[in-house]
């Protein structure tokens, strides 16, 4: 006989928010498939992912199913957001740390979660391509203003990450199912 299956626990909807070209495919793909194109083209509408993430409960082998919305940060698609955002169990809300004019576009998505009853859902903020943030004066200032920016919306949680360079991708989506577990007090003992 064959090893036992692994028994699917928990399945948990996890949405990307943030405006275009912020790197939340790059972010999706590189944890999903461990791969990363310097040329990805831009989501139009919704693209979903599945990712299966192995987990201790009560000492034995079991899985979470990771089902991840991409959401294209155009315009023409935020009408969409109302279907997309239902029933998400965790938000990473996503900027670009090159380009802090994506943070302040984050606030049209915190004032839909709001509307949309979404605002005590699990929720932690990304700053994105971090391979590509100058080094310089501005990294000081920069900080202060994504510490605000948290302190406005209640943020928590902050995570950097470079999708190029592999960092903070795992640790990012393995934080956000720790947080939701927890919210629910769901059983667990540790992530494989």
């Known amino acids: 006989m064959g090893s036992r299956e692994e028994t ?7 949405c990307l ?3 275009a070209s912020v790197g939340k495919t790059c972010i999706v793909k590189r944890f999903c498939f461990d791969t990363f ?3 990805t083209k831009l989501t139009i509408g919704i693209n ?20 991840i919305w991409d959401f294209g940060g155009q315009e023409q698609f935020k009408d969409l957001f109302h279907y997309y ?10 900027f670009n740390l090159d ?8 606030d049209w998505w915190y004032k839909k979660l709001v509307e949309y009853n979404q605002n005590d859902t699990p929720r932690i903020l990304v700053g994105a391509k971090k391979d590509l943030a100058k080094k310089s004066k501005k990294t000081v200032s920069n900080e202060l203003v994504v510490q605000q920016f948290m302190k406005r919306h209640d ?7 470079s999708s190029k360079n592999n960092y903070n991708i795992q640790p990012l989506f393995k934080e956000m199912i720790k947080v939701i577990l927890e919210k629910n007090n769901f059983d ?5």
């Open 85 to 94: 955002i239902g029933g998400a169990n965790g938000i990473f809300t996503v």
């Open 188 to 192: 667990y003992d540790k992530f494989v």
């Open 37 to 39: 194109d310097t040329n």
């Open 17 to 19: 928010l943030g405006q």
């Open 99 to 106: 380009n802090l004019q994506t943070l302040i576009g984050l």
């Open 8 to 14: 699917t626990s928990y399945i948990f909807k996890i």
């Open 155 to 161: 943020d928590e949680s902050f995570f950097k990450t």
């Open 48 to 67: 979903f992912y599945s990712y299966q993430l192995p987990i201790i409960i009560k000492g034995k082998k079991n899985k979470i199913i990771l089902s």
